[in-house]
């Protein structure tokens, strides 16, 4: 919806104060405090109405929309699995408990990134994830390991894979003793955070079975769009086509593992393709001399 961004008040001088110098703290609050006032100054009640009423219609699509996770109707449509895959907010699902229940039975949930910055309000939605996201800092590389490598859903990843650039969450209500870990760090990233690059165990994707018979699987990858896009030429890439095949190869494991389907084949290298050699046409013979006239 085009509508105007609401005025966002500053952020509040943080309690810690190691995660912020002094000087740096009151310097970006009152930068934040002008910037929040002028825009405050422009706001207006049609503004605000605007705001209000788009919201409330995209809670209606939203809704709608969301009416075919109602239990009852995934299991008449016989659906096996629902991907959460850039999802945010506490989702206006028709009944979340039943939705939760209908996952215990036997069915497969896949949550990709953001999935876990989703239905906070739900505790039992965290639980059956297994992490609730917290915070993320500036995007940066970082090194993963496979725990188990002879795991189905690690099958065709490197035993240690560098992904380049990708935004990378940390979590809490994290319990290792509860999952099945795939990838994990033995360092925090260099995300310019106080706790950044520091020997850690760092979860980064997992599964986990969840009540009689569900299955759960969840990455915290998927931020950038060229882990997604093999596209040599996608503008500003700097994760490489490799990189995405792998990340591809990752994901499909895991949808495999949790709809208990044998692991799938190892997806091919993406090779670009050869390139034809064009035949330089021969040069254009020269015109013939024209006749001498004749003599008189």
Known sequence: FLVPNRPTPPRPLPKNPEKEPEEAQKFRF???????REER??????????????EKKLESIAAEALLKLDPNNLTES??????????????????????????????AFIGIHSAADTLR????????????????????????????PSHPAAKGIPKSW???????????????????EILTSARTPKDQRVDADIPSHFPVA?????????????????HRVDLWDPSPTLPFRVNSPE?????????????????????????????????TPQAIPPAPKPAPAPAPAPKP
């Open 78 to 107: 016989q659906i096996d699995g629902v991907i959460f895959v850039g999802t945010s907010g506490n989702l206006p699902l028709p009944d979340v408990d039943g939705f939760l229940q209908w996952i215990e039975q036997g069915h």
């Open 41 to 54: 100054s422009k706001w207006t009640p049609e503004d605000e109405r605007a705001v209000v009423e788009a």
């Open 243 to 275: 990189t995405t095949r792998v990340f591809h190869q990752h994901l499909l494991n895991g949808i495999h593992w949790a709809l208990d389907l044998p692991a799938p084949a190892p997806i091919r290298p993406l090779v670009p393709p050869p390139s």
């Open 206 to 222: 997992w599964v986990r079975p969840y009540g009689s018979a569900g299955r759960v699987f969840y990455t915290s990858l998927g």
């Open 162 to 180: 560098r992904i380049p650039q990708e935004e990378f969450s940390r979590f809490t209500g994290y319990a290792p003793s509860e999952v099945q």
């Open 30 to 36: 009152a930068t934040e405090l002008a910037r929040y």
């Open 121 to 148: 309000a739900f505790p039992g939605y965290t639980k059956m994830l297994g992490a609730e996201f917290v915070t993320h800092g500036a995007q940066s590389g970082l090194s993963l390991e496979l725990p188990d």
